[in-house]
């Protein structure tokens, strides 16, 4: 069975605009699944659609079945065992992501406390493993306020809390597009470390063809709601065959040429 | 290519221009509550102590003078210290205990319910604090616990009204989302993310109604819908001193210049707290 399963996903604004169209994939425990697309294709409406986060004023149809639970329509008691467990997210912006008033070493502590139940001194233990696990060894950076971080420590604090849960699926939302180039190819490696070392499947969201193609063979390119393609990256660099993915690839490729990156 | 190197500008080094605000009340509500302490354990004279002569000038016997019934005015002044701090706690803690509940269940309410609860918040705010005191009093007898109820009632609507606002724009914020996803249930979300991101503003506002209510539990005793007889208020004394302020001014300057400390005292601190209670504003901008 596989970890998770999206079929017929419909999701609709009040005002019944369709922002998530009959949308269908699959991932496999430990598997990896890359979703490309512009802004406003649907790609993080389907990713809040996963956890059951979407906000209530959206309709949503269809089925997403999370580790065998239906998450379409299911009550916040359901979720909340499904959420962490079995699934968690990094979204785009840390600072955002984090509460501004709690210390670093408290937001990896909670979900940690909660998921394994430890307390006192194997709780600080396991805390201080979390951050060393994202390369976070310094022992202020337990003690900072999200602010007093820069946006690499923040995304790699971010990703401890996500992992904190010991989740099999990482969702991982745009995760490297609010840092800086060289950042960003370091936390795309943590996250390719992590994902392979735990074992966890990787639903990967991004805009950006490189990033995605650095941490996933299968993608699924949506615009407008609509998965207009799926396939391997490598195949679809070679041969696009909707005229969408062939736009993508052909700008991607003039922007390296642009760059001298080839 | 040239690595291109940023260095971020420096923030300036946060200059302390609220502090003189913040020491400057601490001492007035500090001097406020020191007496209102000692009035616990000392008093130059018996409350109930005629024995002073009518409206007598003040002297090294009766700092203050005397009123026209011929007690002391200080310790009239030191019991009304008391009675303004305990009213003006109590009717904060009446108001954010109500308050607080209502605007959060407000804040997570289905559209429909919100509604109704503004509204009926609406309702509670253009209600005059005078006729709801009358009412209470009616009901429940003069008294310091109707005073604080009555002060209590009137703050909640207002302070429901900020929580619920503060609350509903920190569920909007990622890190809510973010606690959801890690399988953080509604009452932790609340306990460790919502009040601690919404107090530092409240605690200020809070502050502030505690301003405003010891203003009002003057106004109140003044009208004589405040504490009964023995409990010395300022409001109450101002109004014994009206008909005799020509004569034995000091009589109404020394209840008022007592409430003018408390009142500028408490928003000094007021705003102090807001430089100090919100890590937000000590970050570089």
Redesign the interface.
Known sequence: MSLLAVSALTVRTAEGRVLVDDLAFDLAAGGRLGIIGESGSGKSVTS?AV?G?LPPALTVDGSVLLDGVQIVGAP?RRL??????V???V?Q?PL???????RIGRQVA??IA??RGLRGAALRGAVADALAEVALDDARITRA?P?ELSGGQRQRA?IA??L??RPRLLIADEPTTALDVTVQAQILRLLDDLVEARGMALLFISHDLAVVSAMTSDVVVMRSGVAVERGTVAGMLAAPTDPYTAELVRSARSLDDRLGRR | MTAAIVLEPQAPARRRRHSWTLILGLVLVGAVAATALLSLVWLPYPPDDTTGGRLEEPSWQHLLGTDKLGRDLATQVMIGARIALTVGLGSVVVGALIGITIGLLAAFATPWLDDTISAGLDVVIAFPVLLLAMLIVAAQGASLVSVMVAIGLAMSAVVARLTRVLTKRVLG???V??????????PGIVA??IM??IW?TLSVNLALQFGVAVLAEASLSYLGLGAPPPNASWGRLLQEAQGTFVTAPVGAIAPGLALIALVLGVNFVADGLRDIAD??RR?SR
């Open positions: 809040l956890t986060l916040e909340v065992g499904v959420r962490g467990r699934a968690s997210v979204f912006e955002t992501a984090l509460d501004p008033l709690m909670e979900p909660r998921h306020y602010h971010a809390i996500a904190a849960s | 914020e990622q890190y989302t973010a606690a959801r996803t890690s399988g953080t249930r509604w460790r993310h601690p991101n530092p890590p937000a970050r």
